[in-house]
């Protein structure tokens, strides 16, 4: 489902990641985990075309994304992936609602439809008393299940999860679990998942460690 080929990013004469290969099957959960400024996120924004490598390649669903313009990483991206920030980076003046639909907007479906899934999936989040709110208006917890909401508004073949639940209590923590594990057991969704959360990780296929711009030998579960 997912290749990284020799893939490295530099900013300046800054080296952030080093040559970094990476396989992921179809329908597979990987937890990447690692100490801040290790690159997890720098990587997880290369594998889902938002930022380009400095040399390598990425293959996503057998298309070259890495050669990709930002017109067709914008039609990859609406197709078939969903991403949850690490900063939610909700619209300001949208309501949950409407940021929960967003990035299906541009289809030729009446905005009913939209609302109809994205009430679904507010729901599933224990949102729905907020459907009509601000970002402005809403705890950090809160931002952060809107912004899970809206990645499965486009039954994502791969989802990207910067730390999930990374400011959510327990409840609200497992709650987010639960539809991640929902969609990858309804759709075989694929899931790479940054990760400090001992209980995501458990719960993963397989465990990737980075350090310091690098992947650690592997360490496989079971
Ligand atoms: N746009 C950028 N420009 C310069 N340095 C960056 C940029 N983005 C990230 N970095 C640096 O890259 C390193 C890895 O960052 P990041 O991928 O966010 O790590 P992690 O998610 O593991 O905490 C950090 O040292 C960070 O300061
Ligand atoms: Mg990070």
Avoid: C, W
């Avoid at 594998?47 to 996503?60: C, H, Q, T, W, Y």
């Amino acid at each position: 489902m997912l290749e990284l080929k020799s893939i490295s990013k530099n900013y300046g004469d800054l080296e952030i990641l080093k040559i970094i290969d990476l396989k992921i099957k179809k329908s597979e959960f990987v937890a990447i985990m690692g100490p801040s400024g290790s690159g997890k996120s720098t990587l997880l924004g290369l594998a889902a075309g938002l930022d380009k490598p400095s040399s390598g390649e990425v293959i996503l669903d057998n298309q070259t994304i890495s050669n990709f313009t930002e017109n067709q990483l914008a039609s990859v991206r609406s197709e078939k992936i969903g991403f949850i920030f690490q900063n939610f980076q909700l619209v300001k003046n949208l309501t949950a609602l409407e940021n929960v639909y967003l990035p299906v907007l541009f289809q030729k479906n009446k905005v009913e439809d939209f609302e109809k899934k994205a009430n679904l999936l507010l729901e599933k989040v224990n949102l729905t008393s907020r459907a009509k709110h601000f970002p402005g208006q809403l705890s950090g917890g809160e931002e952060q299940r809107v912004a899970v909401a809206r990645a499965f508004m486009n039954n994502p073949k791969i989802l990207f999860a910067d730390e999930p639940t990374g400011n959510l209590d327990l409840k609200n923590g497992n709650s987010v679990l639960k539809l991640l594990l929902d969609l990858k057991k309804e759709n075989g969704t694929t899931l790479l998942i940054v990760t400090h959360d001992e209980k995501v990780a458990k719960l993963a296929d397989r465990i990737i460690k980075m350090e310091d711009g690098k992947i650690l030998p592997n360490k496989k579960k079971k």
